[in-house]
């Protein structure tokens, strides 16, 4: 019967999938030493959401920074931004600009504080937020009363929003920036590194990150005080007290000595896991480079060095007589290689549709036809062969 043969069939790429190893988009890549900082800590007894990791991590990283940054390790990327919009002043009622095209921790924390998100389209260069309708959304919110409060601009992927441009318009407005730097650590701008351009940072060490803490993240900020606040806030707002007494509702975000450990031992490695992010962009480019219809996005200029935490292409199946990126995702699926679609844009997201938007649609088209690649600093030449042989496949 039809349907029998066609159960079967299931059932034998199901086989087939599963005796191939699954390639990743982005695993966790250990660099070794990880453990000797996860052992002292055992050691001396520092199992707590403080202790010498912590410290020593943030040291790393300002000193990685540079820029004078200031930076609180936390225990997400997510918390790092919630602590940001309250250091920015925040409130319920406020409105806040926010790149559209994002993953959904770049919004969340707005409505976490009863703030209501305004959304803007990307530009083709970067693929984040556009200088042109972000001013656009200020001089409207502006005339309908209500001045935004902080704009939250996102270096997609690794790549470097248009950091002048958007910063001359916050400056005309006078209105802060929080840097979602999240998929940038490793990237940077005319040089200067990114996670430093706005007037509140921050960073991820999510476990598909460019180096890892397991889970974590961090604020940066330009000030001692600020730093000292943002610690105060992820501390439960204790105040100066021989008991416990809070005058602030405080929040449980403080990064543990454990994960800071590995984090540690990670930024030993960051530097290597970048280059080794910008060579499968390459391997990418070279793969892609003979197939029409197919677009591997890149820096648009040199003043503009990206981690390349993730390579990502768009498709035009015009161009490629009906190939599309989900004939793509699944022909990768079918051989247990992970791909992902772009992400799909915030104000066309069922929980924040009917918030406002601004823009000509150009993350909504790049949602459409755009791919995530495995891109991860581990992968192998066999994991390279079989990503070829799929494409090859595909496009032969």
Same mark, same amino acid.
């Given at each position: 019967?039809?349907? @029998? ?11 087939? *999938? ?13 660099? =070794? ?32 920074? !540079? ?15 919630? @602590? !940001? ?131 974590? =993240? ?31 509702? =405080? ?20 530097? *290597? ?15 892609? *480079? ?53 992400? *799909?844009?915030?104000? @066309? ?20 036809? =755009? ?26």
């Amino acid at each position: 019967m039809p349907w @029998l043969l066609e159960t079967q069939v299931k059932q034998l790429n199901l086989i087939v *999938k599963m005796n191939k190893l699954k390639i990743w988009l982005s695993s966790p890549h250990m660099g =070794g030493n990880e453990q000797n900082y996860i052992n002292q800590a055992f050691q001396e007894n520092w199992v707590a959401p403080l202790g010498p990791n912590v410290n020593g991590l943030e040291q790393d990283l300002e000193q990685y920074l !540079g820029n004078q940054s200031h930076l609180s390790a936390l225990s997400s990327g997510t918390a790092a931004i919630h @602590l !940001g919009l309250i250091l920015l002043n925040v409130n319920p009622g406020d409105e806040v600009l926010c790149q559209s095209f994002t993953f959904s921790a770049s919004a969340n924390p707005i409505r976490y504080l009863g703030a209501t998100p305004v959304f803007i389209d990307s530009e083709e260069q970067t693929w984040n937020i556009c200088p042109v309708s972000l001013e656009q959304a200020i001089q409207d919110r502006i005339q309908k009363g209500k001045k935004p409060k902080a704009i939250i601009a996102v270096h997609l992927y690794g790549m470097p929003y248009q950091v002048d441009k958007v910063r001359n318009i916050a400056d005309k407005y006078d209105i802060p920036i929080l840097e979602d730097s999240a998929e940038a650590l490793g990237s940077s701008f005319k040089g200067q590194k990114c996670g430093t351009f706005g007037d509140i940072g921050v960073l991820s060490f999510n476990g598909n990150k460019i180096i890892t803490t397991s889970g974590g =993240g961090a604020i940066v900020t330009n000030s001692k005080s600020q730093k000292e606040k943002a610690i105060f806030y992820a501390t439960q707002a204790r105040d100066l007290a021989p008991h416990y007494q809070h005058s602030e509702i =405080g929040y449980n975000y403080r990064m543990s000595n454990i994960c800071a450990g590995i984090g540690r031992g990670q930024m030993e490695v960051l530097d *290597k896991h970048v280059l080794l992010r910008r060579k499968m962009h390459d391997f990418y480019e070279m793969v892609f *480079k003979e197939i029409p219809g197919v677009t591997v996005f890149k820096a648009p200029t040199a003043d503009y060095y990206s981690n390349y935490w993730l390579t990502s292409i768009v498709i035009d199946p015009i161009i490629t007589n009906g190939i599309t990126r989900e004939t793509l995702r699944l022909a990768f699926e079918a051989e247990n290689i992970e791909s992902r679609p772009l992400w *799909k844009p915030m104000h @066309l997201q069922p929980v924040f549709e009917k918030h406002p938007y601004y823009g000509n649609k150009i993350a909504e088209t790049l949602f459409e036809n =755009g791919l995530c690649l495995p891109s991860g600093s581990n992968l192998t030449d066999d994991d390279r062969d079989r990503i070829v042989s799929v494409v090859k496949t595909i496009f032969n």
